[in-house]
């Protein structure tokens, strides 16, 4: 969502900048514009601080010539915004200052602000998590057909494990996660020949009468990594968290970006209320919001989505994943010593540092549900072992 202002502004605007007019490092700030959140305004001296994606800080300055135009996210043109002023601005909106560049990339006179408010990218990315969680389907690629262009995927729920095969055409719109990168947003455009077996996926689309197809419009796929560990250091004014990986014990740092998602597992004597059927429930902070779909594995049985509601898959009941997107939100204070966590995230160069997509802490009493029983006379598996291949898939994020 934060990358659709800046690609809005270069259609709204038109311009283009070559890379050799002006050195990029921040695709937030060209020649012509800067692209970000309003972090201040200070009317005395009439700028407009504006932070970019990017982390830089760039001071819009105004005059009574500056004009004003709002847009609503998603639009591609002016011929739908409106006129507005100054007084229309508030610190977390996102707006666009066009001007010419300061050679210091730090200050643009405006001559215009297109202005995207911090409420309606809101709403919009609320309406749109909440049509991926109605509309959508999780899972890890375990086989693909370069002929026929089918992926076949598998997904947790708390039946069982669950194959969905994924026909994906000219129309559907493919993006992929770039490595390092946790953010749904800045996924590229992407194909079919760039995936692989073991790759994480989500889908937006339409699911078949058996549950056993999946018709999609958009597929977002990434290459992640799913581990678990034993928290073994946490500094919070850093946000680095040192493990101790579960299944080869090798010593790791999570990274904790703004864009992280940090979740906590309920005690095991909690999960009778969010998995106990018809006995409400929710875990921690209140039922999930059935209406919202997705996966809500307590309350009341939703309504709608296919057999037995949004909540429910067809052949399969409640997803797993679902249910750790619904899961009470934390942060890096929140996580101690000692924890059990299980993380996602992309594939990076080195492998000893992971940048977390989520992490959900108080896994113990995940690993508890997924663990293999040991046959007789085998020795209890390891908690982790083969966590990658287990249809636990919440690295790729929702709008």
Known sequence: MRALLFSVAIALIGLQVSATAFQQTDKDITAKYAVGEVKAIDASAKQITIKTDGGSIVVASYTEKTTYKK??????????????????????????????????????????????????????????????????????????????????????????????????????????????????????????????????????????????????????????????????????????????????????????????????????????MMMGGNRGGGGPGGPAPAAQGGGAPGGARPQGGGPGGPGMRPGGGPNINDMLERLPTISVADVKVGDTIIVSSTQGVDPTRL?????????????AMLAPRPQPGQATPNPAGGLGGSGISFGIGLP
């Open 71 to 272: 847009v609503a996210p998603g639009e591609q043109s002016l011929s739908n915004a409106t006129d507005i002023t100054l007084a229309d601005l508030a610190e977390g909106d996102r707006v666009m200052a066009r001007g010419n560049v300061g050679e210091d990339r730090k200050s643009v006179p405006a001559a215009m602000i297109v202005v995207m408010s911090k409420g309606d990218i809101a709403k919009k990315q609320e309406a749109e998590r909440r049509e991926w969680r109605q509309r959508g389907i999780l899972g890890v690629i375990t086989s693909l057909k370069p002929d026929t262009h089918e992926i076949t995927i598998q997904h947790r729920t708390i039946a069982g494990q669950q194959n969905v095969i994924i026909p994906v055409s000219d129309k559907t719109e493919m993006r992929r996660y770039a490595p390092d990168s946790i953010k749904f947003s800045d996924a590229k455009p992407s194909s079919f020949a760039e995936l692989k077996v073991g790759d994480q996926l989500r889908a937006l689309g339409d699911r078949g009468e058996d549950g056993t197809h999946f018709t999609p419009q958009k597929v977002v796929t990434g290459s992640f990594r799913t581990i678990g560990g034993k928290v073994t250091a946490v500094d919070p004014a850093t946000g680095e968290i040192k493990i101790s990986e579960l299944e080869k014990k090798l010593p790791l740092t999570i990274v904790i970006k703004p864009d992280s998602v940090l979740r906590k597992f309920p005690p095991a004597s909690e999960m009778g």
């Open 355 to 367: 940048t977390a997509i989520a992490l959900v802490s108080g896994a113990d009493t995940l690993f």
